[in-house]
Each structure stands twice: as structure tokens, then as C-alpha cells.
């Protein structure tokens, strides 16, 4: 059975200091990904998308930056944080590129301060 | 430009009672339509997905959904709610092979026991 993991469950962070969260998937080979992001109380929003190693495509600019890996491993980062960048993170993956269904993560609950 | 709106912020009903959550979409060529559920603190789960033939669909837990090309709508129903449905729901909408899911801002659908 597939399996996604998100990590770490919660952060909280300062405004200008580093981020890394990452997503790992394991049962499927070479899967697409995907990064959202959440507001509080708000819709998802795409951030970024995979569909092999070392590709990644930015679909929506916030000052942050994706990569992958590894096959199974996706990580969001960035160098300083920003306020704005309070928010559920979460990572999913699918077979096949926007047609086949997305499975998500449990997600990453950001506060920055 | 892809995009789907659920006019309904919040749904209020009692427990037993039937229930329909709307979503309208935008999509210029064959659309892949979602219903997805959240949890408090938790990721998307998928309820049910419509690509194509039989314009109701079934789900899990009792949901369904039915595509209607002319009115561009993917309306969710369910004939009689639990206290445990209470949760935000959210349409979504992608096409072959763009590697965009884009979701609407959600239902916060709460169940009176």
C-alpha cells in the first residue's frame, strides 16, 4: 500500500529564518507530486509540481522554492520566511499528470512569528 | 483559465436530513471534477471523482455527486447527513495531463446532532 508522510506535523518559526519541509512517498514508483498551501480557513493553492526527478515546475510565486531528490522525496524551503508564509502545507502525490486522482498527506501546520 | 466556486461558505443542517452542497466549474476543454473532504488538522480525503460515462457518481460514506455539462456544476448530495459528515468539502477540477488541480474555497458543512 502507498504511504505519504509529512514532516514535521507543526512548526513555528521567526520571520526571516530557514524553512525545509519535506514529503516522502513509498509503494509507488516515480510518482507525481505536488506542494499546496492553505491559509487559515481558506482554499488550496497550488505551489509547485514534480513529475520526475530533479523537475520541478512553480505554479505560484511566494518566495519559495521545491525540489526532488530523490524519487520518493519532495521538500519545500526557503531561506527567510515571511509573515504571509503562516499556513497548512501539504504535500500529494498521483500516477499519472492531472488526471488520475491527488492522494494528500496530513499535512504541515506553519506559524511564523 | 480553470476555476470552481462554491457559492455556499457554510451549510447548516440537522442530523438525518438530506443534504446538497454546490460547485460550479470553469474549464474549456473535458473537465476532471473532485469532491474532496478535510478534517480538522488533517489533509484531503477523496469522496468520489467523475471522468467520464454515467453522470451521477457514487462515493464513499453514502456521498454522491452529478456532472452536469449544460449548467458547468458538480453538485454533492447526500439523503441523510450524520454529525460526523461535519467537516469543509471542497470541488476541484483538473484536465488531461496539465498537472493543475485547482479547488474551490471550500464548504464548511456543520451536522446539529
Known amino acids: 500500500a502507498q504511504t505519504i508522510h509529512q514532516w514535521p506535523v507543526a512548526e513555528i518559526k521567526a520571520v526571516g529564518s530557514p524553512l525545509s519541509l519535506g514529503c516522502t512517498i513509498k509503494g509507488k514508483s516515480s510518482p507525481n507530486l505536488y506542494w499546496y498551501w492553505q491559509a487559515t480557513g481558506g482554499t488550496l493553492q497550488q505551489l509547485f509540481y514534480?513529475?520526475?526527478?530533479?523537475?520541478v515546475e512553480s505554479v505560484v510565486q511566494l518566495n519559495l522554492s521545491a525540489s526532488r531528490p530523490k524519487d520518493d522525496q519532495f521538500i519545500l524551503s526557503t531561506e527567510k520566511l515571511l509573515l504571509s508564509h503562516s499556513g497548512f502545507y501539504l504535500c500529494?502525490?498521483?500516477?499519472?499528470?492531472?488526471?488520475?486522482?491527488?492522494?494528500f498527506g496530513s499535512g504541515t501546520r506553519l506559524t511564523v512569528l | 483559465a480553470q476555476s470552481v466556486t462554491q457559492p455556499d461558505a457554510r451549510v447548516t443542517v440537522s442530523e438525518g436530513a438530506s443534504l446538497q452542497l454546490r460547485c460550479k466549474y470553469s474549464?474549456?476543454?473535458?473537465?476532471?471534477l473532485f469532491w474532496y473532504v478535510q478534517y480538522p488538522r488533517q489533509g484531503l480525503q477523496l469522496l468520489l471523482k467523475y471522468y467520464s460515462g454515467d453522470p451521477v457518481v457514487q462515493g464513499v460514506n453514502g456521498f454522491e455527486a452529478e456532472f452536469s455539462k449544460s449548467n458547468s456544476s458538480f453538485h454533492l448530495r447526500k439523503a441523510s447527513v450524520h454529525w460526523s459528515d461535519s467537516a469543509v468539502y471542497f470541488c476541484a477540477v483538473t484536465g488531461a495531463n496539465t498537472g493543475k488541480l485547482t479547488f474551490g474555497h471550500g464548504t464548511i458543512l456543520r451536522v446539529h446532532p
Open positions: 514534480s513529475i520526475t526527478v530533479g523537475q
Open positions: 500529494a502525490w498521483s500516477l499519472l499528470g492531472g488526471t488520475e486522482t491527488l492522494y
Open positions: 474549464y474549456s476543454a473535458t473537465p476532471y
